[in-house]
């Protein structure tokens, strides 16, 4: 069993940066593609970036391409998302998400565990 704890969120400005973070209970956190996912209010859960485990490849979604950055340290079991240019649309809970063994993907089934999300809200 993997625990994800994202943190990070809060009340932001249009044009603000924020970067979340996802720590990661996993002895083998190495091991696992993480990916971010977002939903926002009255919307379904999307996908924004992967990463694969040894960093090597990531993917974004294309709303956010250019602005957001995912990252990962497995000495320190966590997983980065720096969001720049932020704007309202990006307004959602971020969900951190881990698929062990997997390649880096965009497919919400692939992943094995979630966290229990962190709210972002961006004000215009």
């Known amino acids: 069993q993997v625990q994800l704890v994202e943190s990070g969120g809060g009340l932001v400005q249009a044009g603000d940066s924020r970067r979340l973070s996802c720590a990661a209970s996993?002895?083998?956190?190495?091991?696992?593609?993480m990916g971010w996912f977002r939903q926002a209010p009255g919307k379904e859960r999307e996908f924004v970036a992967t990463?694969?485990?040894?960093?090597?490849?990531?993917y974004y979604a294309d709303s956010v391409k250019g602005r957001f950055t995912i990252s990962r340290d497995n000495a320190k079991n966590t997983v980065y998302l720096q969001m720049n240019s932020l704007i309202p649309e990006d307004t959602a809970v971020y969900y951190c998400?881990?698929?062990?063994?997997?390649?880096?993907?965009?497919?919400?089934?692939?992943?094995?565990?979630w966290g229990q999300g962190t709210q972002v809200t961006v004000s215009s």
């Open positions: 996993a002895r083998t956190f190495g091991s696992y593609t």
């Open positions: 998400a881990a698929a062990q063994w997997g390649p880096a993907t965009h497919t919400e089934n692939d992943y094995d565990y």
């Open positions: 990463i694969s485990w040894r960093g090597g490849t990531t």
